[in-house]
Nanobody, 115 residues
Framework: QVQLVESGGGLVQAGGSLRLSCAAS????????MAWYRQAQGKQRELAAS???????RYPDSVKGRFTISRDNTQNTVFLQMNSLKPEDTAVYYC?????????WGQGTQVTVSS
């Protein structure tokens, strides 16, 4: 049973930084793609960042230059460094991993950016 456990969310002032972590347990396989999604209240879930096994990263324009995704394949862990945070970054952030052709999701961690 694969489980993703997230940590690192919280409350921060605009311009501040947070670092999210997500570790997978229950699988000896490394995830092909790791990603962070976010969902603001009343809005659809959207991609915040993704990274392939070969470290090819992708970001939407809304976070480009401020967010950095990275991964540790030996630990099946993915990180999201978020800098210069804005109130519009406020959302629940979900970790996603594709392991063995199947998608897994974390429970979500709240990020709140105050103005």
């Amino acid at each position: 049973q694969v489980q993703l456990v997230e940590s690192g969310g919280g409350l921060v002032q605009a311009g501040g930084s947070l670092r999210l972590s997500c570790a997978a347990s229950g699988s000896a396989r490394s995830a092909i793609v790791m990603a962070w999604y976010r969902q603001a209240q009343g809005k659809q879930r959207e991609l915040a960042a993704s990274i392939t096994f070969s470290d090819s990263a992708r970001y939407p324009d809304s976070v480009k230059g401020r967010f950095t995704i990275s991964r540790d394949n030996t630990q099946n862990t993915v990180f999201l460094q978020m800098n210069s945070l804005k109130p519009e970054d406020t959302a629940v952030y979900y970790c996603n991993m594709n392991i063995g052709g199947r998608d897994y999701w974390g429970q979500g961690t709240q990020v709140t950016v105050s103005s």
